[in-house]
Structure formats: structure tokens, C-alpha cells
């Protein structure tokens, strides 16, 4: 669903331990070798962008240790620790059933904020808009930025605007970068998940990746789907609340929760198994997935979280979830295990098992 | 969701199973036709509850991994022309040519979208009227119908900046060359219920009477497929060899009339090579005499195609079910599907990418040995 959405650079990184990729010497570029042009599934949030974070811009930039490519980087300034986090907002339609680009653009770099268990306080807003686009359009999406900020209690403090020829754009494009504060005791991150730990997720899965979808391809249901864009903070806020020892948070956007959930299993070297019937998907989602041959598990959420907890905290911070007015469909969908690490699978509906695995590039709707 | 939550009921699956179980006294291999049976049975894990003594097979119904290399080299040599704007189905886009694949034509300039229906090519080529728009028109019997309306239409509506490649792919032809392959190991099949649902199966009766094999059309979700092997085994066992039909709530023996109305308006049999198997007499539809000024081969000279295929890619094995995706000694290692060799690593029907996706290459079993094995890279 990540059609348009082509994101380059938003693995904005977290936690202070050392990270695993080696930033010293030029890893092998061989990958790179047979796409010698950026293709689409480099902007996808699967196995190619990561191929081109590890084996470009990581060795181009030099690196840091506070680098592990989560959603949000935590450094420590003095004695506080500060979490940071980028992303650009590509999205076409810019305005869809249940959100815009504005809304997205802030509540994605709120979320990826919040997901260091981090309070965001701070945005800022570059807008690269092309010669021609409606002032109407503009101010909407500016409207749009400004309610979301002031529903996640941010501020919008920085911005930039350039202006691109005509025809050499597609609109507006946004990109917004965002701070904020960890918390005292707060340890968040994906290496974190331990066997014995169960993975939550923090509502329906598929809603935003199939809003664009439906819009894009003229699927008309009985009523629309909507996307799920939101800001989580609140909720990470109220789940800290109730279980400081949190161990990991993702926000499944693009690669959905697939991608979420392997690169947890991978971080942490555990392996994970999820019970396909526990997942909430709304039925809308799931009709249009089929329709279109794609994989809910893959597709992307702007409003959602995947959580692992240990199991004695599972149940306060399911009830915290559920307390708070988006997470009313969570639920406890799996497991993490010492059983094949680094691998995520799950038991389907007739009692077998398959692996979960990364998606490469963008999903390709099937033939028939 | 209405009738598809209702065959995917676990305990209904597992009571069939056991049925299966029951029925069973010696070792079958039943090859499932189409690709997306094969996808569902990977997918869901159908082949893990079934006895030991049934093999499933996969077959050669991956419309994108049987479509010849020379025809996705001409797609590449049509995508890459300045004027012309190429239409295609998703998954055709990443299945490698010779040398490239239509991303990457589409990532040095090429114009290369992506469409759900042929129709929506048609409507592309009436807003752009000073563009030539190509669909490539591929795939079973189940995508026909819908190519052949919108070349139809284009006709009829005189969109003259409208083509179409065509490659379509027959089932029947296709069993009987695996049936006469050396060293077929298929005991029955289980047919294609797209399908059957646009050709009906009246041409099936004298295949299974020729080969002795049973032939049940079956469906896509985890309780027709346990239904349909469960026909199969039961006819295998009784030594009985007919068609059933296991998909009455979408096939029925004449399909559709309308639908083989206009194919046989705009399409006529031809023998068809078919990627990793070679060329079947008979085996595939392409466009009549009437309609090949929108023949995209007649209107763009595509002539000078030499195909290379890969060396150490056993595609070909794998849709004549010789071999399982995982014995092939690339799987996993040269043959991925960020690194595919052969189209069956690419579409989510191909056999290969279905084992790859689904993991058939992770013992699960042994801690601590997994997690190098690519899945979660």
C-alpha cells in the first residue's frame, strides 16, 4: 500500500546500546548492483529499503552506536534523554476517507516518537508543494496538521516551504521531523523482547493501507474504508502508566505488521508465533484484501501499535490500551518464544503453521 | 465474510482431514493445477494436516511463471518506447526477462502501470489518445474472458492507440502433457475452479477415461481443497477415475456461455510455448485474424528478441511437478524472490515463491539455528 508512499530515509533510529551494523568501511554494495535506478519497491519499507539504508546511507553517513534503526533514535543530552525521529509524506490521494497528508504527517512522526515510550513535544514542517497547487488545498492540509498537533498536544515550531516547477511533482509533498522526551526508567526497544513475552496490538489491522487502496483503485464498499491515522501518544503514555517494564512498541505502517514483527524477532533473536485467528482485521479490510490479492499482514496502519510486554503486565497494559478511545479492538495475538530466533510464525486457522516473512518491495495485486 | 469465513473453519477442516486419513490406504500424488490452490495450500498449511501417504504436487497454473520469456522480452523491448504506455497486471512486473524486469524499465523512464482490469487499460488509452497504451494480455482461461472484452471494445469503440500481447494459456492441454511427460508420477488432479467456471468441464471426461485419472474441480480455501482430495482419494481407492465436481457453488459442466462467447470471438487456439516446459500443441489462445491489427507484436517490430535463461533455474521441474521448489539446489540461496532466476519465485502463485514466502526453507524444529536462514532479512 505503499503504491505512492515512497519513503526513502524514514527509519529514523533507538535505544543507546551499540548498534549490530557495522558502520566502519563500505559494506558490499553488491545488492545495489542490479537495480541500477531507483525502483518503487526501494521506497516500500521491505527487504529493498533496507537494503539501501545498510548498504548506502549507512556507510555514506558514517553511522552512530545510537543508531538500531527503530522508529525513533534515542540520545542523551546532559541528563536527559531526547528521542528524535524524520518522515516524508508521499501519499496520494492527499485526501482520503478518515484523514489527509496533513494529519498523517503529523501523527507518523508523533507515533514514531512515541514509540521509544518518548512524550513528543516538538514538530517541524517542510513542504515541497508544485507550481499550480490550490491555495485551498494547501490551507486544508495546513488546518489539518495544526488540529492533529493540537489533538497529540505538540507544537509545530520549525518549517520550510520550496516550490517545484509544474509537472514536476505530484502536488505537495511533507516532510516533518519531531522531538521528544523519554521518560526517567523508560527502556524501549526491539531488542528488548524476551521468551515468555506476549505481543499486543493495539487495534484493527489494514485500515489505512486499504483506505488509500480502495481510493486509488475505485472500489466502492457500502461504506468506505477509513483510514486509521492517529497519534498514539496518549495511549504509549497510558500503557507506561500501567507497565513501566514495556519492552518493545512498533507502529506496523509500511510492511505492516509482517515487517513489525520480523524485525523484532531480528533485534531480539527470539522467535515469534502469532495465532492468525486472533488477529483483528475489520471485514471490510479483509473482503478488499481479497479482492485484490493482498496480504492484510503486510499492508500498512498510521494508527496502530504492536507491543510485547511480559505476560504478568499483559493484562494492565491491554486494559490501558482498551481505556483509550482507539484502542478499543486490541488483543493479545501472539508470543514471543526462544524457538527458531529471528523467525515469525504463525499458527493458521486449520492448526498449521507457516512463516511470516518481509515483504521485498511493494505488494503486487495478484492476477486472478 | 460471507462465503469465505465459513470454509476456513478450523475443526471442519481437521474432521476432513481425519476423513481423508480414514479413506486412505496407499500412497497418492494429486497434483493441484492452478497456482492459487497452491498458494492456499502452502498458505493455510493444508498439505501438514493431510496423511503421510498423500503427496500433493504442484502444477503448472501460475499464469506469470508459465508465460514465455520471449513474450515478457517483447514486453520489456514494447515498455521501454517513449510512446507507449504499458499496462499490466501487478505481479507481471517484477518476473525477470533476459535481463531486466518491467520495474526496472519503469525506473529508467519507462511508463509502465499497473491495472486491475484490462478495461482500465482501455480507459488509459482513450485519455491519453496521443499515446499508444499496450495491456499484455496474459494468463488461464480465467483472464480471458475480461482481455478479450477489452479488445472487443477497443474495436468497437475504434480506440486505435489500443494493442494488446497476448499470451493465454490452456488448462486441458497442459494435463495432458504432464500426463505424457516421462516419469509422471500424477495419480489424479484437482482442476482449476476459475477455471471451470468460465469453460465449464465438459472437456475433461475424456482425459480422465484416456489417462485413468480422476478429476475433481475443486476450489481455493482451505475446506474445498480438503474436499476436493477427499473426492480424489475416495475415487482413487474405489479404482474409479471421473469428474466430479467439488465447486458447485461457483462451477457448473457448460460455465459460462457469455463469457466463451467472446473469447471465441476474439481469440483462437494456437500452440504456445510455455516457460520451463516448452511448447504444447494446442495449448493457447491468440488473437484472430479479425484482430490482429490490435496486436501489439504486429504493431510494434519486437523481432530481434534473443532469450538467455537463467542456467541453474529449475522452473520448468517444478511445474511439471518432477520436483518441490525446495529440492531445487538455487532455492533459497541464488534464486530468491529479491534475486528471482525463473518467474515461479515471483508471482505469489508460483510454487517457488509460495515455499519461499511461506517459509518452506526454516526447520523450525531446532533452536538457535534459524534465524540466519534469510527469512527474517
Avoid at chain 1, 516533518?176 to 526517567?184: D, I, K, L, Q, W
Avoid at chain 2, 474495436?155 to 495432458?176: G, K, M, T
Wanted: proline share 6%; hydrophobic share 40%.
Amino acid at each position: 500500500m505503499n503504491g505512492r508512499q515512497t519513503e526513502t530515509t524514514d527509519r529514523g533510529p533507538s535505544e543507546n546500546a551499540p548498534a549490530e551494523i557495522r558502520f566502519d568501511g563500505v559494506s558490499c554494495p553488491l545488492p545495489l548492483q542490479d537495480y541500477p535506478n531507483v525502483i518503487m519497491g526501494h521506497g516500500g519499507g521491505g527487504k529493498l529499503t533496507s537494503e539501501l539504508i545498510e548498504h548506502l546511507f549507512l556507510p555514506a553517513f558514517g553511522g552512530h552506536p545510537f543508531v538500531d534503526l527503530a522508529d525513533s533514535t534515542v540520545f542523551p543530552v546532559d541528563a536527559t534523554r531526547l528521542a528524535f525521529s524524520t518522515d516524508s509524506y508521499v501519499v496520494q490521494p492527499l485526501f482520503f476517507p478518515g484523514g489527509s497528508i496533513g494529519d498523517l504527517a503529523v501523527n507518523g512522526t508523533v507515533n514514531d516518537i512515541s514509540m521509544s515510550g518518548a512524550k513528543p513535544l516538538y514538530l517541524s514542517a517542510g513542504f515541497i508543494v508544485e507550481e499550480g497547487f490550490p491555495i485551498e488545498q494547501l490551507q486544508r492540509i495546513a488546518h489539518d496538521m495544526g488540529a492533529a498537533a493540537k489533538r497529540a498536544g505538540v507544537s509545530i515550531i520549525a518549517g520550510d516551504t520550496k516550490v517545484i516547477e509544474r509537472a514536476r511533482g505530484d502536488g505537495c509533498y511533507i516532510n516533518t521531523a519531531g522531538v521528544g522526551v523519554v521518560g526517567e526508567g523508560v527502556e524501549i526497544g526491539p531488542k528488548r523482547a524476551r521468551p515468555g513475552d506476549l505481543v499486543i496490538v493495539s487495534g484493527t489491522l489494514g485500515d489505512h493501507g486499504m483506505a488509500i487502496m480502495s481510493v486509488r483503485e475505485g472500489l466502492e464498499f457500502e461504506s468506505p474504508i477509513e483510514s486509521d491515522s492517529a497519534s498514539l501518544n496518549e495511549m504509549v503514555a497510558a500503557m507506561i502508566q500501567a507497565s513501566p517494564a514495556i519492552r518493545v512498541l512498533r507502529d506496523p505502517t509500511r510492511g505492516g505488521l509482517s515487517a513489525s514483527l520480523n524485525e523484532i524477532a531480528s533485534a531480539s533473536k527470539c522467535g515469534i508465533v502469532i495465532d492468525e485467528s486472533r488477529l483483528p482485521i475489520k471485514p471490510m479490510v479483509q473482503s478488499a484484501c481479497e479482492i485484490l490479492g493482498l496480504d492484510p499482514l503486510l499492508v500498512a496502519n498510521e494508527g496502530k501499535l504492536v507491543c510485547v510486554v511480559a505476560e504478568a503486565d499483559s493484562e494492565e497494559v491491554l486494559a490501558a490500551i482498551r481505556s483509550q478511545p482507539d484502542g478499543a479492538n486490541a488483543a493479545v495475538i501472539g508470543k514471543v518464544v526462544s524457538e527458531h530466533p529471528g523467525i515469525v510464525v504463525a499458527r493458521t486457522s486449520i492448526g498449521a503453521s507457516r512463516v511470516i516473512t518481509i515483504p521485498i518491495g511493494e505488494q503486487l495485486p495478484r492476477i486472478c | 465474510m460471507k462465503y469465505l469465513t465459513e470454509y476456513r473453519d478450523g475443526d471442519k477442516a481437521r474432521a476432513l482431514a481425519r476423513e481423508i486419513a480414514r479413506l486412505v490406504t496407499r500412497p497418492w500424488a494429486i497434483m493441484e493445477v492452478c497456482g492459487g490452490q497452491t498458494h492456499s495450500i502452502i498458505r493455510n498449511g493444508i498439505d501438514q494436516i493431510l496423511p503421510d501417504q498423500i503427496e500433493m504436487i504442484h502444477g503448472p497454473g501460475c499464469p506469470v511463471c508459465v508465460t514465455p520469456l520471449e513474450v515478457i522480452d517483447k514486453a520489456l523491448a514494447i515498455a521501454s518506447r517513449p510512446e507507449v504506455i504499458f499496462c499490466s497486471y501487478g505481479d507481471m512486473l517484477r518476473v525477470p526477462g533476459s535481463k531486466d524486469d518491467l520495474f526496472k524499465i519503469r525506473g529508467s523512464g519507462g511508463d509502465v502501470r499497473v491495472v486491475y482490469s484490462p478495461l482500465d487499460a482501455l480507459r488509459i488509452a482513450r485519455e491519453n489518445p496521443q499515446r499508444e497504451v499496450v495491456f499484455l494480455a496474459i494468463g488461464f482461461e480465467t483472464t480471458a474472458p475480461a482481455n478479450a472484452m477489452a479488445i472487443k471494445l477497443a474495436r468497437e469503440q475504434r480506440i486505435d492507440n489500443f494493442s494488446a500481447l497476448v499470451s493465454h494459456v490452456l488448462v486441458p492441454p497442459a494435463i495432458e502433457a504432464i500426463m505424457n511427460s516421462p516419469g509422471n508420477r500424477v495419480n489424479a488432479f484437482l482442476a482449476a475452479g476459475h477455471v471451470c467456471c468460465v469453460t465449464g468441464f465438459a472437456e475433461y471426461p475424456s482425459l480422465c477415461r484416456q489417462y485413468g485419472i480422476p478429476i475433481v474441480v475443486t476450489g481455493f480455501e482451505p475446506l474445498d481443497l480438503l474436499e476436493g482430495i477427499r473426492r480424489t482419494v475416495r475415487q482413487l481407492e474405489n479404482g474409479e477415475a471421473f469428474v466430479e465436481n467439488a465447486y458447485g457453488r461457483v462451477v457448473c459442466e457448460q460455465g459460462n456461455l457469455v463469457a466463451q462467447a467472446v473469447i471465441g470471438e476474439v481469440f483462437e487456439v494456437t500452440d504456445r510455448g510455455w516457460r520451463g516446459i516448452g511448447t504444447i500443441p494446442r495449448s493457447g489462445w491468440a488473437l484472430r485474424e479479425e484482430y490482429r491489427d490490435l496486436d501489439a507484436e504486429r504493431r510494434f517490430t519486437v523481432s530481434e528478441i534473443k532469450t538467455c535463461e537463467s542456467a541453474l533455474c529449475r522452473a520448468g521441474d517444478v511445474l511439471k511437478g518432477a520436483i518441490k521448489p525446495n529440492e531445487c539446489e538455487a532455492f533459497g540461496k541464488e534464486c530468491t524472490p529479491r534475486n528471482p532466476l525463473g518467474a515461479t519465485m515471483v508471482s505469489s502463485e508460483g510454487a517457488c515463491a509460495a515455499y519461499f514466502n511461506y517459509g518452506r526453507f526454516v526447520q523450525l524444529t531446532p533452536p538457535n539455528s534459524a534465524a540466519t536462514s534469510g527469512a527474517a532479512k
